[in-house]
Nanobody, 122 residues
Framework: QVQLVESGGGLVQAGGSLRLSCVAS????????VAWYRQAPGKQRDLVAA???????NYADSVQGRFTISRDNAKNTVHLQMNRLKPEDTAVYYC????????????????WGQGTQVTVSP
């Protein structure tokens, strides 16, 4: 079994930056991909960014060019660097992972963290 713990959320003004971290522990050897999703109140949970074991990445159009996902294999950690934050980025951000071959849809991810709140003030 694998456990995911997110950190790094908080309150920031528009235009500012935050760095989220997701630490995985447990059965991490065969992880195929790790993703960040976010969910704003009253809205569905949407993909923000994902990174595979071999370094391939995928970003939502809304964050392309502002957010960067990266991984530190030695520390079993995936980071999400968020720059030029906007009020519409306000949401709970969740880390998720999959062992399977597919990694592009929310249903592909079977393991989730508890989430970390990101609030961007105008």
């Amino acid at each position: 079994q694998v456990q995911l713990v997110e950190s790094g959320g908080g309150l920031v003004q528009a235009g500012g930056s935050l760095r989220l971290s997701c630490v995985a522990s447990g059965s991490i050897f065969s992880i195929r991909a790790v993703a960040w999703y976010r969910q704003a109140p009253g809205k569905q949970r949407d993909l923000v960014a994902a990174i595979t074991r071999d370094g391939s990445t995928n970003y939502a159009d809304s964050v392309q060019g502002r957010f960067t996902i990266s991984r530190d294999n030695a520390k079993n950690t995936v980071h999400l660097q968020m720059n030029r934050l906007k009020p519409e980025d306000t949401a709970v951000y969740y880390c998720a992972l999959t062992y399977g071959l597919r990694w592009s849809s929310i249903g592909d991810y079977g393991y989730w963290g508890q989430g970390t709140q990101v609030t961007v003030s105008p």
